[in-house]
C-alpha cells in the first residue's frame, strides 16, 4: 500500500439459480466449478491463485488492473499475488465442452475489464448501507419542543471489516515465509516478536499477519496477553516494514468479536494513537482500520474516545489516503453513538471538518452518518448550527446530486435532528427555504426520508402564540441577533 498504494474493492459473488426446475434450455448449463467466480462463465483458462481459489485467467488480469478484490460467498478475499495453471481443470472442461451440446465463446479480455468496471460502479453506490435513525413518532405542538433529544441512531451493522484488511504490503518480505511447522506456535512467534533482533521481530510479525488473515480459529487463539504485550512493543518500531505488518496483523485480530475488549484493554489504543499522528504512511492506513474495528464493540466506545483517539481521527479525515480517511470516518460515526464522544468531539472542531467535506461532496455518505450522531446532542447542535450546517443540508436536498437514497436519508435525518434547535432552527430553516425542497421529498423520497420530512414540516408549521393566531416571530431580527451573538464567541 502506502503512496502507491491501488484502491480495492470488495464484491461478494453468488452463484443460485433463478428457479428449483430448471427450464429445458437449462439443463446442459455447465457444472457451477468450471464457472468463473467473477463472470459465471465457463472458464477457459483456468488458474489457481495463492489462496487456493480458481479463476480464468482473463478475470484475474481485470481485477489487477482495476484494483479490484472481491469477496467470496464464505467472506474470504482471494490472494492474486501468484497465479499457477490449473491444467487438471482445464482438461476436465475441455472434455465437457467436447462431451457435451454446451456451446460458447470465451469472453475477451475487454468484455471481462467492462464486466468488472460495473461491478466496482455497483459496490461504490451499495458501501453505505445502515438503518438509519429511530426517531420520536410524533412532534409536540408546543414550545417544548426545544427540550427534545433525537433518540441515538442505530449502529451501522454492514459495514464490520477496516478497508485495508487483507491487502497486500509494500512491506511484505517475500523471502520471509514463515515455517508452516510452527506457524501457530504461539510461543515461537512471541518469541521472535519479543527478539532482540530486527529481522526476527519482522519474521514474527510477518508470519503472524499471514496466519491471522486467513485463519478464523488463528485469531482467537492467537490473541493472548503475552502476544498483545510483544505487539504492544513493536507498534511504534522506528523500522517501516515491522511497523507496517504488526499493525495488519492487529486488525486481523481485531476482527474476531471476542478480541475487540481484550485488545483495548491490553493497552493497544495508545500506541495505534501515536501511529496513525505519525507513523508509516501504510501503518497510519492500518492504524485508522483498526481503530474502526474496535469501536465497533460497544465497550470499547468510551475508551477509545477518553485515550485520546478523536483527534487524530478527525486530522486523518484529511489524509492522503482514501482507506484512511474511509475508515477514519466510520470510526467516528461508531465512536459517537456515545454522549461523551459527541461533546468532544464538537470541542475539537470536528463539525467544521464534517462540513466542510459534506460541502465539497466528499465522502458525503458517511460523514452525513457522522453529523447525524452529531445532531442527537444539544452541544452538536449549537455547533452545527452555528456552522451553517441547516443552509448546507437544505442546499445538498436542492441540488438532488445524491450517490444512492440512503445518502438523501442521512441528509434528511441530519436535518431532523437539528429541528431540536428550536425557534433558532425555525428562522435557519425559513431563510434557507427548506418547506420547498422537503415537500419534494414528501413526494418522491423513501418511507423513512417522507416521515422526518413530514415530521420537520410539522414543526415549521407550529403556532408559538395563542392557538389560531398568527405567528409573530420576527424571523429578521432573530436571525441577526444569533449572527451577533456569534460574532462575540
Not at 502476544?227 to 481485531?254: D, E, M, P
Amino acid at each position: 500500500m502506502g503512496n502507491g498504494a491501488k484502491q480495492r474493492w470488495r464484491f461478494s459473488f453468488h452463484w443460485s439459480p433463478t428457479h428449483t426446475k430448471k427450464p429445458q434450455h437449462q439443463k446442459h448449463l455447465p457444472p457451477k466449478e468450471f464457472l468463473c467466480p467473477i463472470t459465471r462463465t465457463l472458464m477457459y483458462d483456468p488458474v489457481i491463485v495463492s489462496s487456493g481459489h480458481t479463476f480464468d485467467r482473463n478475470s484475474i488480469e481485470a481485477c489487477l488492473s482495476l484494483s479490484f478484490s472481491p469477496t467470496l460467498p464464505d467472506g474470504s478475499v482471494p490472494d492474486f499475488t501468484n497465479i499457477i495453471p490449473n491444467l487438471a481443470l482445464k482438461s476436465t472442461i475441455l472434455n465437457y465442452i467436447m462431451s457435451s451440446s454446451f456451446r460458447s465463446k470465451p469472453l475477451d479480455s475487454q468484455s471481462v475489464i467492462e464486466l468488472v468496471k460495473e461491478m466496482k460502479l455497483k459496490i461504490s453506490t451499495t458501501t453505505i448501507a445502515s438503518e438509519l435513525t429511530r426517531w420520536p413518532s410524533h412532534l409536540s405542538s408546543t414550545s417544548s419542543l426545544e427540550s427534545v433529544t433525537p433518540t441515538t441512531p442505530l449502529p451501522l451493522t454492514t459495514t464490520t471489516r477496516p478497508s485495508c484488511y487483507s491487502s497486500s504490503s509494500s512491506s511484505d518480505v517475500e523471502t520471509l515465509t514463515p515455517n508452516p511447522t510452527s506457524e501457530h506456535n504461539e510461543n515461537g512467534i512471541i518469541a521472535k516478536i519479543k527478539s532482540s533482533l530486527v529481522h526476527e521481530q519482522e519474521e514474527g510479525v510477518v508470519s503472524l499477519r499471514n496466519i491471522t488473515r486467513i485463519g478464523e480459529s488463528a485469531r482467537a487463539d492467537l490473541c493472548t496477553p503475552q502476544l498483545l504485550s510483544g505487539i504492544r512493543s513493536l507498534i511504534t518500531s522506528k523500522y517501516a516494514s515491522v511497523q507496517v505488518n504488526c499493525v495488519a496483523a492487529l486488525v486481523n485480530l481485531s476482527l474476531e468479536k471476542t478480541n475487540k475488549v481484550k485488545i483495548v484493554r491490553a493497552g493497544i489504543v495508545p500506541p495505534l494513537i501515536d501511529v496513525l499522528r505519525g507513523g508509516f504512511p501504510e501503518a497510519q492506513e492500518h492504524a485508522a482500520g483498526a481503530l474502526f474495528s474496535l469501536s465497533l464493540d460497544d465497550q470499547n466506545k468510551t475508551a477509545i474516545g477518553v485515550l485520546g483517539a478523536l483527534q487524530p481521527l478527525v486530522h486523518a479525515l484529511r489524509s492522503d489516503s482514501s482507506r484512511a480517511r474511509s475508515d477514519s470516518t466510520l470510526a467516528l460515526y461508531h465512536l459517537t453513538l456515545v454522549e461523551s464522544n459527541r461533546v468532544k468531539l464538537v470541542k475539537l472542531g470536528g463539525v467544521v471538518v464534517l462540513l466542510d467535506m459534506v460541502g465539497s461532496g466528499y465522502m458525503s455518505a458517511r460523514v452525513l452518518l457522522v453529523l447525524g450522531n452529531l445532531a442527537a446532542s444539544v452541544e452538536g447542535r449549537a455547533a452545527m448550527l452555528n456552522g451553517g450546517a441547516v443552509g448546507c443540508f437544505v442546499d445538498m436536498l436542492k441540488r438532488d446530486e445524491f450517490d444512492s437514497e440512503l445518502t438523501r436519508e442521512s441528509c434528511v435525518a441530519a436535518l431532523y435532528g437539528l429541528s431540536f434547535g428550536g425557534l433558532r432552527f425555525k428562522g435557519l430553516a425559513k431563510e434557507a427555504g427548506v418547506e420547498e425542497v422537503l415537500q419534494n421529498v414528501e413526494e418522491r423520497g423513501t418511507a423513512r426520508a417522507k416521515a422526518k420530512a413530514r415530521r420537520i414540516l410539522a414543526f415549521m408549521r407550529v403556532k408559538y402564540e395563542e392557538e389560531g393566531e398568527e405567528e409573530t416571530v420576527d424571523w429578521e431580527e432573530l436571525l441577526n441577533s444569533e449572527e451577533a451573538s456569534r460574532t462575540h464567541l
